[in-house]
Every structure is written in structure tokens, then in C-alpha cells.
């Protein structure tokens, strides 16, 4: 056994790092709040270039690689807070459901039914494909030109993700997920996104508390500031080594079992049991780092020019998908 | 990132497995928390087993007598032992996890060949004399005086939170054999039965003694009985700390897991998971303790690969603290009036509530954010030596 964060892992961390601030530094992205399209065509096919969207695919259409890699990728996407359908098209490249999403041609966006409410839909005007997830195995795929007409909501949370108000979701073309792998790997690399939030929030709260000075010393000496930034790599780390175990679960069938025993459940509910739980910590640990990180910062942290808003934004809406954190811990309580 | 066990490795599982089946109905019930006497054979008995099997001192150097097992190896030993309901380290603990690597790293060849075989047969007990009552978190500053006369240091002082005193044959005590700060510090083996040493148990809020305060009058402890050269006891000291290897934790968290089930079967007998609010909190403390088995084996990855444990020690013990808290919390307000005493107590229709356990969880949690390290001790640590934010001091 061993669970450390390997050298190839660390590499493809230091790949997918560098390429996105070369290509997709944050400024540039913020070029575009407001937009109907968060993310400019040529950016998208630069992510496919990169294979961010074939990781798991066989060589030579991807690399061969596994879940587990594929979180560490999409760690660092969140970190960097570069915006678009990340999940619907990695998902939809790796499942083979949606020609040109692989190489980054397409743009697959994703929406996970849950609560009864307002249907709105992330991207839709810049979507070549839809992926419906129920959870339940019923999955869709839908043809977005059907809803051509939808308004674009006004006002959107996270001025990085556009919304489109449906009426309803038009039906599509069945797509099977009989053994929830959609679901399960769309959830653990959400919850490797929300790390990245995580992760991000507590570096710059870090940076700051080191620079900022009051009272003529760096506000990071006060304990009552270091605490809150101890207690974000706590909530980062936490979350991470779930969102690892959950991604190697999925990886590896064969440990499913054993694994499951040493849980006390059974091996159909372990993957379930993994993936939510993690998703659940990542969650939170985006959320309250985002807060704590805008705590450290004082007023500046409520500044629109801070970007750490952007973070709790996409924080937010990253927890109203694959289930809500509070639907989550009432499901994990079976496993106790 | 791989979860799966080499063959080895699940060999050393499956044969400490089937020793434990066959070894664990010979060993009896623990006696009471305040039978010391009896504690002290009970946990003696059950370190000669292990001695006997080959799996004493599984985490130590096979130069110090033990098994030298991985640290992969070590999460194995722990985590099988507290499946199966083994006896809990107790008073061997000291020995085993602090004396004992102490005397390896840095202890003389007569110190080892006295000491060591004692501890991993079980037939000797260590306790620890390094807190005193003005030296908590601040250890360094400690004041127990010990001054040459001849062959012999002459110790004056007192120490507090010295659990198994009572029936301990050695203590580690650090001393200040110099001037202020840990620069003057000694290491010493101190012979329980020395003239001089008045043993005054403490009451806990449990209402046990599970520690004692020393008090030490002029006791004279051979200048050959120091572990180190004199004055560098605190770096003899941080040597012991860096044995951990991310497995400190496993028995409890496990321990916290097997609670949380029963806390949840009781409020399933009582009716009270229609509750969601109370349900969420079930939920959660089942990611939490999912992640915390996660964080332990990446710990012990880590330190399998490089030595340490990495910065893993300190997140995972702020993070477990809070968590089995929570757990003990949740505890008695499912119980309700049933945990206003540790009388054993049936619920309705029969079956143990299982309260007696749940309320010593509850109080042992407590303690989990104070002992080895506050959590606010443990924050300083996080934020300056990981996060490299500035010392206020």
C-alpha cells in the first residue's frame, strides 16, 4: 500500500499548473465575467490539447491514465479557477458519448437532478451537449438546441458561470450508467475541484496574513489569525486524502471488497459510501475556507478585485450538484 | 496513490489474524479502571503474548529487539488488534512507544541490554516524569533540579500527568541539570522504588486515577542511569517523537467507528433517526472518520517512504480531537437521562444502552484536544511549521 501523492502525480500537478498560467492566468479569465461564454472556444480546445479531457482515455486518443490523476488534474483546474463544463465534458469524453469532447472541439455541460425547483442549467449557450445524471442509473443526454429559447438568467451567482432558466429538461437519448460509474467519477472530480478551492483560498490568506501588517507586526503572528489558517489546511487536507481514496476506490474494483469489509458494508455500497463522503468534506472545506480566507483579508476580502468571492461563488454552485452537502450526510448515516 | 496491500503485507495480515483468533479467548476480561495491581498483570500478560508470537515491539528496530516492521506493517498490527478486540497497549505504553526507542537511539549498550528485553517480555512498566505543574505546554521551561554528587544526581522537584505510576518500575524524567531553557536538560532513568518519591494519584472528571503527581525529595538516581550526554536531554527527547509514524491514532479512531455504530443502532432502538438533523450529524461523523482512515494511510505512506510522518501527525490529531468529540456530544444527547449515569442501563424492550461505555468515551474525548499537544499548541505548529506564518514570540 501505498497512498502518497506519487512523482507522476506531481508532475502532471506541475504540467497542468504551468499550462494554466501561461494560457489562463486569472486575469485573463476575469476578462469575461458576465459573459455568455465563460471560457473563449480557443481556451477550451487548449484544455483538450493538454488531454485534460482524455486523461482516462486509452492511448493513443488519451493517456491511459486513472481516476486518481485525473483528480490531481482537476485539483489544480479549481485552484486556478478556470471556469467552463469541466466535469459534463470529461466525463462525456471518457465515456465516448459525445464526439470532439476528448480533444476539447466540444462543450458538454452537466447538470445532476436532486431537489424539485428552478431548473438552471450552467453554459447552455455554449453547449454542444447536455449530460442529465439522476443518480439512479437513468441518465440523459440531451441535444441543447431545443431549448435554444431559455432566457440566460440576468444575474448569475458566479459571474463565471452563465445560467440558462428552464422550464423544464426536455427529454433526450438514454444513456446507460447502470453501476453509477457517471455519477461516482463526476463526483469525485467535483470534489478534486472543490480541494482546489480549498487549496487556493488557504494560500492566499496565507500570503496575506504573512504581508498584511497591523500593529506593526504581520497580522499572521496573531494567533487568532494563524488558527484560522491552521484550521483550512486541516478542512484542505481532510478533504483531499477522501477525495484520493475515493478516485483510488474507483480505480481499483479489485480493492472494493476488501476495503468494504474493513468498513462493515457492503461492497455495492462502498464506491457510494466513498464518493459521497467525500464529496460532502470537499464541500465544506471549499466553503468555510472561502469564508475564513475572506475573514483573513478583513474588507479587502469583500472586495469584488480580491478574487477570493470568485471562489465561494464557484464553491457554491460546485455543492449544489451531486447531491447537497445536508443530502449527503443524511445518506451517509446508513453506513454508521 | 494505491490502496492495495502488497502480498506481504497481506500475509503479515492474515497471520496475525488467525494468531489473534486463537490467542484472544485465553485472555479474559480487562479488570476495573481503578485495579491497578490487577491492570498491571492483565497488561503484562498480554505483552508477553505478543512477545511470545514474535509481535513485540512491532515498530521497533530489530537492533532494539523487535520486529522492525514497515510502518504499512505497523497500520496492519494496530488496526487488526483493535478489530479483533485486543487488549489496549496500557501500561506498557510508556515502554514501548517512548522509554524503549529512547534507549535505542541513544541509550549506552549496558542501558539497552538492562532495559530493553524487560520492557518487550512484559515484565517491567515505564511511566513518564517530563510535565510538571508549572511546565505544560512550555515543557522546556521545566524546574525538577538534579545535582551532581558523586555517582549519583540528586533530584528535587514534581511532575503531574504521570499515568501508571502506582505500579511502574522505571520513570523517564527530564531534569534541569543546567541553566534556563532546553539547553539545560537531562534524560534520566529514575528507579521507581528510590527513596524519596511520594506518589499522589489525581482524580479526573471520571472520577478515576488514571495519573499521578510525583513529588520528589532528594532522590538519588545514578549518573548512569542518563540516557544522553548531560544537558541534551530535549534533543534525546524530540529523537523519541521522531519513532511516530502516523500510527499513534489508529486504535482510537477505530475505536471512535465501532462507537459511532452503536450510538447509531441505539438511536434506531429509541426511534430517533427520523430526526434528520440528528441523522446528518450520524452522516457526517461518518465521512469524518472515513477521511481520518484515508489521512492515516497516507500518513504512514509517507512515512514508510521517507522516515517521518510528515506534517500529517499534527492535521490529523487537530482534525480526530474535534471529530470524537462531536462523537461523545452526539453520544449523550441520544442516551438523554440514560447518560447521567455509568450504572449499566437497559433501553426499552431490553438490550443494553451501553451508556457506562458511551459516557467513558465522552470524557476521554474531552481530554483528546489537551493531551500530547493542545489543539491550540497544535494550531502554532500547523500555522509556523507548515504554513511558515510568523512566531508571535
Not at chain 2, 429509541?270 to 469524518?288: N, S
Amino acid at each position: 500500500m501505498d497512498f502518497r501523492v506519487g512523482d507522476d502525480q506531481r508532475e502532471l500537478t506541475e504540467g497542468i499548473r504551468s499550462m494554466v498560467q501561461g494560457r489562463l492566468p486569472l486575469e485573463h479569465l476575469r476578462a469575461r465575467e458576465g459573459e455568455e461564454r465563460a471560457i473563449a472556444a480557443d481556451d477550451w480546445a487548449a484544455l483538450g490539447e493538454t488531454g485534460v479531457f482524455a486523461l482516462t482515455l486509452p492511448e493513443p486518443a488519451g493517456t491511459g491514465l486513472g481516476l486518481a490523476d485525473a483528480a490531481v488534474v482537476f485539483e489544480e483546474l479549481g485552484r486556478a479557477l478556470v471556469p467552463g463544463p469541466l466535469v459534463g465534458t470529461f466525463l462525456a469524453a471518457s465515456g465516448g458519448l459525445v464526439a470532439g469532447a476528448a480533444e476539447g472541439s466540444a462543450c458538454v455541460g452537466l447538470h445532476t437532478t436532486g431537489r424539485p425547483g428552478p431548473v438552471l442549467v450552467e453554459h447552455l449557450g455554449s453547449l454542444d451537449a447536455l449530460l442529465v445524471l439522476d443518480g439512479g442509473g437513468t441518465s440523459q443526454l440531451l441535444s441543447p438546441a431545443p431549448v435554444g429559447g431559455a432566457p440566460r438568467v440576468e444575474h448569475p451567482l458566479d459571474p463565471l458561470t452563465p445560467l440558462w432558466h428552464l422550464d423544464a429538461l426536455p427529454f433526450g437519448g438514454a444513456v446507460a450508467d447502470d453501476d453509477g460509474r457517471l455519477w461516482h467519477h463526476g463526483a469525485v472530480l467535483s470534489a478534486a475541484l472543490q480541494v482546489g478551492h480549498a487549496v487556493a483560498t488557504l494560500d492566499l490568506a496565507v500570503a496575506y496574513a504573512k504581508e498584511r501588517q497591523q500593529f506593526g507586526k504581520p497580522i499572521g503572528s496573531f494567533q487568532a489569525v494563524k488558527h484560522l489558517c491552521a484550521d483550512m489546511l486541516v478542512r484542505a487536507e481532510v478533504a483531499r486524502a477522501a477525495v484520493h481514496a475515493a478516485a483510488c476506490l474507483c480505480d481499483a474494483p479489485d480493492v472494493v471488497g476488501s476495503e468494504a469489509a474493513a468498513a462493515g458494508c457492503a461492497p455495492g455500497q462502498m464506491l457510494e459510501r466513498s464518493v459521497s463522503g467525500a464529496k460532502l468534506l470537499a464541500d465544506e472545506a471549499a466553503l468555510a475556507n472561502a469564508r475564513a480566507a475572506i475573514q483573513v483579508h478583513g474588507g479587502m476580502g469583500f472586495t469584488w478585485e480580491v478574487p477570493l468571492h470568485l471562489h465561494l461563488k464557484r464553491a457554491r454552485v460546485l455543492s449544489t450538484s451531486f447531491g447537497t452537502p445536508a443530502a449527503a450526510a443524511l445518506a451517509l448515516a446508513a453506513y454508521a | 496513490m494505491d490502496l492495495r496491500y502488497t502480498a506481504s503485507e497481506q500475509t503479515f495480515r492474515s497471520e496475525l489474524r488467525r494468531w489473534l483468533r486463537a490467542t484472544l479467548p485465553t485472555v479474559g476480561a480487562p479488570p476495573p479502571h481503578d485495579d491497578w495491581p490487577a491492570r498491571r498483570a492483565y497488561d503484562l500478560n498480554w505483552q508477553r503474548l505478543l512477545f511470545d508470537a514474535g509481535y513485540a515491539g512491532v515498530d521497533w528496530p530489530a537492533e532494539g529487539g523487535g520486529r522492525g516492521a514497515s510502518p504499512v506493517e505497523q497500520l496492519i498490527f494496530k488496526e487488526e488488534c483493535e478489530r479483533a478486540g485486543a487488549p489496549y497497549v496500557g501500561v506498557n505504553f510508556v515502554g514501548l512507544l517512548h522509554a524503549g526507542p529512547t534507549i535505542i537511539a541513544e541509550g549506552t549498550p549496558a542501558q539497552k541490554e538492562r532495559y530493553l528485553p524487560a520492557i518487550l517480555r512484559g515484565e517491567e512498566v515505564w511511566c513518564q516524569g517530563f510535565s510538571e505543574p508549572d511546565a505544560g505546554s512550555d515543557l522546556a521551561s521545566l524546574r525538577t533540579r538534579a545535582v551532581r554528587d558523586g555517582d549519583d544526581y540528586v533530584v528535587t522537584g514534581s511532575k503531574i500527568w504521570t499515568s501508571h505510576a502506582e505500579v511502574a518500575d522505571s520513570c523517564e524524567l527530564l531534569v534541569r541539570t543546567g541553566d534556563a531553557g532546553n539547553r539545560g536538560i537531562s534524560w534520566l532513568i529514575m528507579p521507581m522504588d528510590a527513596p524519596g518519591i511520594e506518589i499522589r494519584p489525581l482524580r479526573t472528571i471520571e472520577g478515576t486515577t488514571e495519573f499521578a503527581e510525583l513529588f520528589l525529595n532528594e532522590v538519588r538516581v545514578p549518573v548512569a542511569n542518563r540516557v544522553g550526554e548531560e544537558n541534551d536531554g530535549w534533543r534525546v527527547t524530540m529523537v523519541t517523537l521522531s519513532f511516530e509514524r502516523g500510527t499513534a491514532f489508529v486504535g482510537d479512531l477505530l475505536e471512535s467507528v465501532r462507537l459511532l455504530g452503536e450510538v447509531r443502532a441505539v438511536a434506531h432502538r429509541l426511534g430517533l433517526l427520523g430526526d434528520e438533523g440528528l441523522a446528518r450529524r450520524i452522516g457526517h461523523l461518518v465521512a469524518a472518520f472515513d477521511a481520518l482512515w484515508a489521512l492515516t494511510k497516507r500518513n504512514v505512506s509517507e512515512a514508510a517512504q521517507t522516515g517521518i510522518p510528515g506534517i500529517g501527525g499534527s492535521v490529523f490529531k487537530l482534525s480526530f480531537s474535534e471529530h470524537a468529540q462531536a462523537l461523545g456530544d452526539l453520544a449523550v444527547e441520544v442516551l438523554d437521562r440514560a447518560a447521567l449515569c455509568a450504572d449499566p442501563l437497559e433501553g426499552p424492550g431490553g438490550g443494553a444502552l451501553g451508556n457506562g461505555e458511551q459516557l467513558h468515551a465522552w470524557f476521554k474525548s474531552i481530554s483528546l484536544t489537551i493531551a500530547a499537544g493542545t489543539s491550540q499548541v497544535q494550531r502554532n505548529i500547523v500555522g509556523e511549521r507548515i504554513l511558515g506564518l510568523p512566531k508571535a514570540r
